[in-house]
């Protein structure tokens, strides 16, 4: 259901500018002259009004001025739904991100109006690239060259997700590479750790590889590793590939999320994807049955137009992990 729209009135004080309370959602702030610049250049639409009466603004565009108003200027923001934002000064709530590999993060309200615009029609949302972002970086430590990307598509009115991270080491020191990957190199999602059978453990790098290798030996040659979490619904999949002795290992992750129809931040999907393992909440294959291990990656390809149906993979890697 589409969040109601709100009468907003803009009043010009000597102080800046006033937005008072409205009903569903309560959103009061004050903001001073420079941060009515910027959202002036921002949402010119708002102030081209031949007639300064009210705007109709839906919930979602209140919460983008807000995320633009952030710094400093917005003095408060409060909001009666759930997982909103409450009465903060120059801050977010942690719980509206969604934290991916290395600091990709998407706000909520970001992937609601992505897909208020695939139900709704293209004036009522972002379109599917605002959720594209690509990073590159070398890390001072090791000397690690990386590259994460993400991606977005909508398969059957579900938003997914796929993060690419890639990782080699400019002098192909392997043992340097191996390090950054079980010390800095990112976690796959909150519940994935070194003892899968304990999801409260602190998450760690890359399970699979840190379990497969030895501290002074190099990472073993091996096919690609295929896992899945059992508590959110992500999937992916690890390959290490040789590319000369001067450039060594490259080591790329595909991470692959479903969101669900993202209509509320209360979601299964949203909330188990985000959030660290609770035990009240159930698992993937007690809630999602239909989204065994494998299968979000399987959505994606076949979005794509790849017919690859990876169960079996997927159902092996789980064996010999002891969770099949």
């Not at 006033?18 to 949402?43: E, G, N, W």
């Not at 759930?82 to 909520?108: A, G, H, N, Q, V």
């Not at 501290?215 to 295929?226: D, K, L, Q, R, V």
Request: hydrophobic share 35%; net charge positive.
């Amino acid at each position: 259901m589409a969040a109601a729209a709100l009468a907003i009135t803009l009043f010009d004080l000597q102080g800046g500018i006033y937005i008072p309370p409205v009903d569903p959602a309560m959103v009061v702030a004050t903001v001073c002259q420079k941060a009515v610049s910027r959202l002036k250049r921002h949402f010119p639409q708002l102030f081209a009004l031949s007639n300064p009466g009210p705007c109709n603004l839906p919930l979602e565009i209140i919460l983008m001025i807000a995320e633009y108003l952030d710094k400093c200027a917005l003095i408060s923001l409060a909001s009666t739904i759930p997982y909103y934002m409450e009465r903060l000064e120059c801050k977010k709530r942690i719980d509206l991100y969604l934290s991916f590999l290395l600091s990709c993060d998407i706000p909520y309200h970001h992937v609601r109006l992505v897909m208020n615009r695939h139900f709704y029609g293209p004036e009522h949302g972002l379109p599917l690239q605002a959720l594209s972002k690509r990073r590159n970086y070398t890390t001072l430590k090791h000397r690690i060259k990386c590259s994460v990307s993400r991606h977005a598509c909508i398969f059957n009115d579900e938003l997914l997700i796929l993060t690419a991270l890639s990782m080699t080491q400019l002098r192909g020191d392997l043992v340097s590479l191996k390090s950054h990957v079980e010390f800095s190199g990112g976690s796959i999602c909150e519940h994935l750790t070194f003892l899968q059978e304990s999801p409260a453990c602190i998450p760690i790098p890359f399970p699979e590889l840190a379990k497969k290798g030895s501290t002074s030996g190099p990472f073993p040659a091996c096919e690609p590793i295929y896992g899945s979490c059992t508590s959110c619904p992500t999937d992916y999949n690890i390959t290490m590939n040789w590319q000369g002795v001067k450039k060594g290992y490259s080591i790329e992750v595909l991470v692959y999320r479903g969101l669900g129809d993202c209509r509320t931040p209360e979601n299964w999907y949203w909330r188990n994807t985000m959030a660290r393992w609770d035990p009240s909440e159930q698992s993937r294959s007690a809630y999602s049955p239909h989204n065994p291990p494998g299968s979000i990656r399987d959505k994606w390809n076949e979005a794509g137009g790849v017919a690859e149906i990876t169960d079996g993979a997927w159902r092996r890697a789980l064996q010999v992990a002891g969770l099949g």
